[in-house]
Every structure is written in C-alpha cells, then in structure tokens.
Nanobody, 126 residues
Framework: QLQLVESGGGLVQPGGSRNLSCAAS????????IGWFRQAPGKEREGLLC????????NSAVSVKGRFTASRDSAKNAVYLQMNSLRPEDTAVYSC???????????????????WGQGTQVTVSS
C-alpha cells in the first residue's frame, strides 16, 4: 500500500515562494502519476497540476499556471510542488495524490487518484 506524506507547509508572505514535498513509502513513485490538489476552507477541492511518470507537468489549473510547477526526485522517492508569487487566495491545505501505471496524467478529479496524503497547510499572509 502506497503511503504519501506531504511536508513543507507554513506561513508565507504574499509574493513569496514555498516548496512542498510529497514523500512516498510502500511503492516507487516513478511508476505513479502524481497530482497536486488543494482545499481552502469552505471551498471544494481544486486540482492544481499533475506530473507524469516521465516528468511532464500537465493539466495546470488556470489559477496557478505560470506560478506553480512540479518535479521528481527518484533517489528520494519524492515529488515536489514549487509555488512562486504566492497570493492570499493560495491559502489552503495542499495534498498530493497518486495513480499507478499511467504514462500520461489523468484528469485532476478525485476519482482518478487512488492514494492520498494527509495534506499540509499553507497560509499566505502578511
């Protein structure tokens, strides 16, 4: 059973950057497409972007396009979400999710991803 643990959340000033980690155990992340999601209080979960098994970042949401990107580190069995130019409206709990055995990223819907982390809180405020 794949287990995912996010880390790197915290308080960030507007305009700042943050790098979130999604570390895995119980499986090799190279074989999974990884989606990043977030959920703000009172709002539905939003799919942000996906990184394919080949390392391509796709399906970026309009709200984060050009500001957020993802990368992999096979040696650390981890995936990262680099967030730049952060805004107060980016405040949310950020989660990673995995789907096995797909070369290309599936749509960023909850149903397409099988394994989820518990999330990490990012607060953007001065």
């Amino acid at each position: 059973q794949l287990q995912l643990v996010e880390s790197g959340g915290g308080l960030v000033q507007p305009g700042g950057s943050r790098n979130l980690s999604c570390a895995a155990s119980g499986g090799i992340l190279d074989y999974y497409a990884i989606g990043w999601f977030r959920q703000a209080p009172g709002k539905e979960r939003e799919g942000l972007l996906c990184i394919s098994t080949g390392g391509a970042v796709t399906n970026s949401a309009v709200s984060v396009k050009g500001r957020f990107t993802a990368s992999r580190d096979s040696a650390k069995n981890a995936v990262y979400l680099q967030m730049n130019s952060l805004r107060p409206e980016d405040t949310a709990v950020y989660s990673c999710a995995a789907t096995y055995g797909t070369t290309f990223c599936p749509p960023l819907t909850i149903e397409e991803y099988d394994d989820w982390g518990q999330g990490t809180q990012v607060t953007v405020s001065s």
